[in-house]
Structures are given as structure tokens and as C-alpha cells.
């Protein structure tokens, strides 16, 4: 498969990484030399330096024979303007990176396509929909619906009061058990579990269950004590700030903190009056009590400074804030930050290149979730007539090591898979891979 990608900045080359795994065809454009040298020759895929929208410079890079052109430059109308011309030229998919809100407006997607862009992709408003997820439950570190919820996955570290620690996953039921355990990160290693693995403390656990089962789970992980969100503190008045209380349920109550005063008085036009506009420093703590942290649930941070968003999220933690999420941009304070225990990370250039990575795929994936801390990726893959994964039960399927199976919607009905589970046509099926799996999990499905 050719794939083009068209800007060398964060996304584009994180995403250019990831396909370069997959021994895909790639090639990675942008007009900065000095970006493209930063990638260094680790990787499989070859850079060119011209414009994206320079047609020219298309037709060198073979644009004509590409089966996926992706524009992840920072400009919106560049993006554009590059689909439009690369899929005039012969591309036979185009994928736009956008600022725009209304673009995405189901009115616009026969409009948009006519000129050559046939997809968008948002990447803040996609960081904002797991934002709001992460909150809604202040014991969870990772919450991913299937199916439109009829399976959940959900990740959870373990403190002292889970019960299930120190037992070998073989003890903790039989056959019956509401929950399948597929993945344990370990510190910086993620392990597929065994029957006769078991879960340690400060483990980060990752159940597959039905939503009837979350209060069990929640029970098992040492969770009840935790208090439910209902008032939420957000440091950093960016897009991302505004779309997520956008989609925060209406129960809760939320304040954003933003110290410029213009950006301010911008964020009562953009947000509802039942959200509070603060100006002032998200770092002053004294700031922070007179506005009410210690009655605060969650606290997101959401600056441009990927460690002030840490340190912020840290600073709430010790003044009694049980749930923090921090945008967290620069990809090497990753594991850094989960050292730290700050809670839950959101990195666009992740979430942007999964959902990406999905339109590259043959088989016929609706979800694809990268697990940040994890090095891991879940897929949902809608099993097609005849596929290799129905002629056996699953324990006999071969699939790699590294992969499992978390469970399958079947009619709209979550079923959780045993080894002795035979797959059928048109079954959602969940799957759990460690990272650079999905491309080769595809045979089995289609």
C-alpha cells in the first residue's frame, strides 16, 4: 500500500513511524528540510522536501499511484487544498487534518468528497471525547465503548485495597467470571496475560465486561471509596478546553482557569454561562483553594506546556484531587508522567494516528484505540463470511502471540470469549494487541 503523508510535524511523523512498522510504501513530504531530518534513518519510509500543495512536487513524490494521501500539516486550508489537488491527480483516498468544527457537519461530507477530501479528522475534538470519558468515572484510567457500549474495556490501576492481588488469574473464577483481563502494564512492560500471571500492585489492569458488571469490577479493583465527579477544574483555555466541556454531561459543573485575559473574555462566547471563566494562573495554589479545589472531583490540564500540565495535575493530586488528566504532547515524558502517578494522559498525536490507522486497514475495523500507557492498541473488527476466525474455537485459531481476544458483540449483545467460544459471521469481535499487530491480525477477520 502507497501512503503519503503530507506535514512532518507531530502527528505526521509519529504516524509515519507507526506505518513505517507495517512495511508500508511511505512517504513523508513537508517543506521544512529541518523537519525531515529530525526523523533520523531508523526508519523505513523516504522523505521528500516540497510543498504539499505544490502539484509539481505531488507528481514527483507518485502521488498519482497512491492508494492513501494523509495532510497533517498545522494549516487547515493546506490541508485542504492538498487532498483536493492530490486526489485530482489520482489518489484514491484523502484524509484532511482540520480546525473547524462545521466541516465535520453530516450536511458537508457529500460536499467535501466531490472535491477530493473524503475524510476529516478533528484531533481536538477527539482528544476532548476521551477527556470526558476519562472523567466520568474517577476510578478508571482508560475507558473505551464497543458497540455503543454493549461491551466496555477499562483500565484501572491497583492501590492496596484491590482484592484481587497476588492471585494467579486461573483462581479468580471459572468459566462464569464477568470480566476477561487483557493486558497488565507493569511498570514499562505490557504483558498479554496468562492463566498463571498475576496482578501486583501499581499494576495498570485492563478488563474487558458488559456495563451491568462496572460495579464488580469497580469492587474487585479496590474502587468504591472513590468519589464520583460531579465538579470539575480544567487548567489552560485552548480548543481543547472548549470542546470538552462541550460534551461534559450536564451534571457536572466545571471551571476553566486561563491566565490571558483576551482568551478570557473569547471563552464566555464559546462556552455555556453554566461554565465558569477564571482568570488567573492554574498553577497558584492559593488560586486553586479559593476556587474551591479541595471540593473538586477531576482536574484537566490543558496548556501548550506538556510539563506544566504535569506538574499542575501533581499539585492537585497532593491537594486531595482524586482524579487528573494531563495533555501530555512531547511523547518522552510519557512513561515519565505514569511514573509519577498523575492520572490519565491525552496525547493528540495518538489519538489522531489511530483513528488514521483505521482507514488503512483491509478488514472491516470500526474502533481503533490507542492505550497510551499501554504500547498497545484494541480493535474492533467486524468478522466477514468465511473468515479464518469461524472455522475453529478460539484456542485453536492460532492467533499471534501478543494478541487476545477480550470479547464480541453479537446482535447487539456483549458476550465476553472463552478458548472454547466459536466466532461467527458478523460478530463484533474486541481485540487486544500489543502495538505494530493490527495489520497482521486482519487475516483472521476478513
Not at 110 to 116: D, I, L, Q, V
Not at 177 to 196: M, Q, S, Y
Request: charged fraction near 25%.
Amino acid at each position: 500500500m502507497k501512503i503519503i503523508i503530507a506535514g512532518a510535524g507531530a502527528v505526521g511523523t509519529h504516524l509515519a513511524k507507526l506505518l513505517a512498522g507495517e512495511k508500508q510504501d511511505i512517504i513523508l513530504m513537508d517543506e521544512d528540510e529541518d523537519r525531515l531530518g529530525k526523523l533520523g534513518n531508523n526508519f523505513d519510509l523516504m522523505t521528500v522536501n516540497i510543498s504539499p500543495t505544490s502539484i509539481s512536487g505531488l507528481k514527483e513524490a507518485g502521488t498519482a499511484n497512491a492508494d492513501l494521501f494523509i495532510a497533517v500539516t498545522p494549516n487547515e486550508s493546506q490541508n485542504m487544498t492538498a487532498c483536493m489537488l492530490a486526489s485530482g491527480l489520482g489518489a484514491k483516498k484523502t484524509v484532511a487534518r482540520i480546525d473547524n468544527y462545521e466541516y465535520l457537519l453530516p450536511k458537508y461530507q457529500e460536499f467535501f468528497a466531490k472535491r477530493g477530501v473524503h475524510s476529516l479528522i478533528y484531533p481536538e475534538m477527539l482528544a476532548a471525547k476521551d477527556i470526558v470519558d476519562a472523567v466520568k468515572m474517577s476510578w478508571i484510567r482508560q475507558w473505551w465503548e464497543f458497540a455503543g457500549g454493549a461491551l466496555v474495556l477499562i483500565g484501572t490501576k491497583m492501590r492496596e485495597t484491590a482484592e484481587i492481588l497476588n492471585i494467579p488469574l486461573y483462581e479468580l473464577g471459572g468459566r462464569n467470571i464477568p470480566f476477561h483481563i487483557v493486558a497488565i502494564k507493569r511498570g514499562n512492560e505490557t504483558i498479554i496475560p496468562r492463566g498463571d500471571d498475576s496482578i501486583l500492585l501499581n499494576d495498570i489492569v485492563y478488563f474487558t465486561t458488559t456495563k451491568k458488571y462496572i460495579p464488580y469490577i469497580r469492587k474487585i479493583a479496590g474502587k468504591e471509596h472513590y468519589a464520583d465527579v460531579r465538579n470539575v477544574m480544567i487548567m489552560g483555555g485552548s480548543r481543547i478546553a472548549v470542546r470538552t466541556v462541550q460534551y461534559m454531561p450536564e451534571y457536572m459543573r466545571t471551571k476553566i482557569i486561563e491566565s490571558d485575559y483576551a482568551r478570557c473574555n473569547r471563552l464566555t462566547e464559546l462556552v455555556d454561562d453554566k461554565v465558569m471563566i477564571i482568570n488567573g494562573d492554574g498553577r497558584d495554589l492559593d488560586l486553586l483553594e479559593e476556587e474551591g479545589i479541595h471540593n473538586t472531583e477531576a482536574f484537566v490540564a490543558l496548556t501548550g506546556s506538556s510539563e506544566t500540565n504535569i506538574l499542575a495535575c501533581l499539585a492537585a493530586k497532593r491537594m486531595g484531587v482524586s482524579k487528573t488528566v494531563a495533555q501530555v504532547e512531547n511523547v518522552d515524558y510519557i512513561s515519565m508522567a505514569e511514573s509519577m502517578d498523575i492520572g490519565c494522559v491525552i496525547n493528540k498525536k495518538f489519538i489522531a494516528a489511530s483513528h488514521i490507522y483505521q482507514m488503512m486497514l483491509d478488514a472491516d475495523v470500526s474502533n481503533v484505540k490507542c492505550l497510551t500507557f499501554a504500547n498497545a492498541d484494541v480493535a474492533e473488527f467486524t468478522v466477514k463470511a468465511g473468515a479464518r476466525i469461524t472455522r475453529t474455537q478460539v484456542k485453536d485459531a492460532g492467533l499471534p502471540k501478543g494478541a487476545t481476544i477480550g470479547g464480541l458483540i453479537r446482535n447487539g449483545e456483549g458476550i465476553l470469549v472463552t478458548g472454547n467460544t466459536t466466532i461467527q459471521e458478523n460478530d463484533h469481535v474486541v481485540v487486544f494487541c500489543l502495538n505494530m499487530m493490527i495489520k497482521k491480525l486482519e487475516k483472521f477477520f476478513n
